[in-house]
């Protein structure tokens, strides 16, 4: 673990309006530390002896449920606090976090949390609407799985994800980390043959393409109208 610059925290969001006195103050006990690619931050199950905040790389949140099966949750981008169990009364960490690819990442002791939002009120706030975010996205998805056809979750999926951590290409829009077809599987409550499936048929059609790790939605306004599309109309 390495002491943080004041400067590494200055475009987060999270911590928007502070001075550098203020960053200094509120890094005091916050340390830097680095993920190797498929390196967990912390497990499912864990105490939650702290909590964190994303400087650069991204995360894979998963969960696994009592029959075992893994469920992608959410990605984490960088800029975006994460792993804030105390924040919520949890005692454990609910799900894993892992480096999709090397990562650095700040942490808090949860022990701090009491007093830092004591202190700046404005990172409470902005903390509970992050995770309000994510409880409405965890809704949606929820509605998605009894009402939407699987192909329709699969674009639902990837739109989120354009929106979350797109990178503008010529050619379209490029999810901008590394994701495999079996993570958009475990998204969307399917299996890897399907997402295949699907992936490639929309290829053919020029709407997305794929590679290595790699997803380019090349149409999102042909994808969003298929998301959105009356069952058995995208066919």
């Known amino acids: 673990m390495t002491s943080v610059d004041p400067s590494v925290i200055a475009d987060v969001p999270l911590f928007a ?6 960053h200094e103050d509120m890094l005091r006990d916050a340390k ?3 993920v190797a690619k498929g390196r967990p931050v912390f497990a499912q199950g864990e105490a939650a002896h702290s909590f964190f905040v994303l400087v650069h790389g991204h995360l894979r949140v998963m969960k696994l449920t009592p029959d075992g099966q893994q469920v992608v949750v959410r990605f984490v981008v960088p800029g975006e606090i994460f792993g804030v169990a105390c ?5 454990a960490y609910p799900a894993t976090a892992t480096a999709v690819i090397d990562s650095v990442v700040l942490v808090w002791p949860s022990a701090v949390w009491p007093e830092l939002i004591a202190r700046w009120p404005a990172l409470a706030s902005r903390a509970m609407h992050a995770i309000g975010g994510r409880l409405q996205e965890a809704h949606t998805r929820v509605v998605e799985m009894s009402t939407r056809q ?3 979750r699969v674009a639902h999926a990837l739109l989120r994800l354009v929106q979350q951590a797109g990178r ?5 829009v490029e999810i901008a980390f590394p994701i495999t ?3 958009v599987a475990e998204m969307t409550g ?3 043959h399907t997402v295949s499936r699907i992936l490639s048929a929309w290829e ?3 709407l997305v393409e794929g590679g290595r790790q790699r997803i380019v939605v090349r149409e999102p306004h042909q994808l969003f109208i298929l998301a959105e599309s009356s069952p058995g109309a995208s066919s």
Do not use: P
Not at 17 to 22: I, K, V, W
Not at 87 to 91: F, M, N, P, Q, R
């Open 190 to 192: 399917t299996t890897l």
């Open 150 to 152: 699987v192909e329709q």
């Open 168 to 172: 503008k290409l010529d050619k379209g």
């Open 181 to 183: 077809r079996q993570d």
């Open 87 to 91: 924040a919520i009364g949890c005692k």
């Open 32 to 34: 830097a530390i680095r």
């Open 17 to 22: 309006g502070l001075s550098r006195a203020e």
């Open 204 to 206: 053919e059609r020029g």
